[in-house]
């Protein structure tokens, strides 16, 4: 079994960053020992650097392997370069074991709210879900931006711009999950077998109505992927077990 934790949206700053909720869930995930950690973005609220080296000193008290995406914060303010030189590669894949493959896609553009992944990227995701479905792995796309829209989020801002072709793309290539942050908001949609989860705010201080802090796991076996969502205040909620694709 593989065990995925799946945290977003961090919002390290002076103003909108929660560091008692984060050390809290980062103590749970330590305990629960998974193999990796993926984070879909908006490490900081600002894309400062000083933001970013904080949130470097704050990743590496994860035990796990880690890797991120950056989301439309991390981008102001020339954050872009700064998640590269701190963080990491702004779009990369990882194989697992002959087991999975993970693909992390940027969705972000300097100093705007909105998403897009644009063509180039968009043809280098599907020749890497191509030789994937070739050698029979299962697949996850990482994005910070959400494909689908999420409910009760408001009025409907910023989605990708592209969020058509993208989702087609991944429809298309049987894409097994989908792993998204930016609104907040935990959620999952299931289409054409493909499941699309949003994860809620790790650290955030801006959360809609009752939403608490939280964070998504995900088990995966030979036979089905599980998943649950884990609230700051003790409860485990199950979206759901499916049965892995034949």
């Known amino acids: ?3 995925i934790a799946h945290i977003s949206d961090l919002h390290v700053s002076k103003a909108n960053f929660n560091e008692k909720s984060f050390l809290q869930i980062m103590e749970e995930i330590n305990n629960l020992n998974p193999d990796m950690i993926i984070l879909t973005g908006d490490l900081t609220d600002e894309g400062y650097y000083q933001d970013f080296k904080q949130v470097s000193k704050y990743l590496d008290m994860f035990n796990a392997p880690l890797f991120a995406v950056p989301g439309n914060h991390d981008s102001r303010n020339i954050g872009y370069e700064t998640f590269e030189e701190l963080i990491g590669e702004r779009s990369w894949k990882l194989t697992k ?3 999975m493959v993970i693909i992390g896609l940027d969705s972000s553009a300097p100093d705007v709210n909105y998403g897009h992944i644009g063509r180039e ?9 191509e030789q994937a479905k070739e050698e029979g792995l299962l697949t996850i796309v990482a994005l910070h931006h959400h494909v689908i829209p999420i409910p009760q989020t408001g009025r409907e801002r910023n989605v990708l711009t592209d969020a058509g072709d993208i989702l087609k793309t991944l429809i298309d290539h049987d894409v097994d999950i989908v792993m998204c942050g930016h609104k907040h908001v935990p959620n999952l949609w299931k289409m054409h077998d493909t499941l699309f989860v949003n994860a809620g705010s790790v650290s955030s201080v801006k ?3 009752k939403d608490v802090n939280s964070y998504n796991t995900y088990n995966i ?4 992927i599980e998943i649950f969502l884990n609230r700051i205040d003790g409860t ?5 077990k499916f049965n892995r694709k034949l």
């Open 1 to 3: 079994m593989t065990l």
């Open 97 to 99: 074991e002959d087991e």
């Open 121 to 129: 990227q968009q043809f280098w995701l599907e020749a890497q879900l």
């Open 207 to 209: 959360l809609r109505g």
């Open 221 to 224: 076996t030979d036979d089905y």
């Open 236 to 240: 485990k909620i199950p979206f759901g």
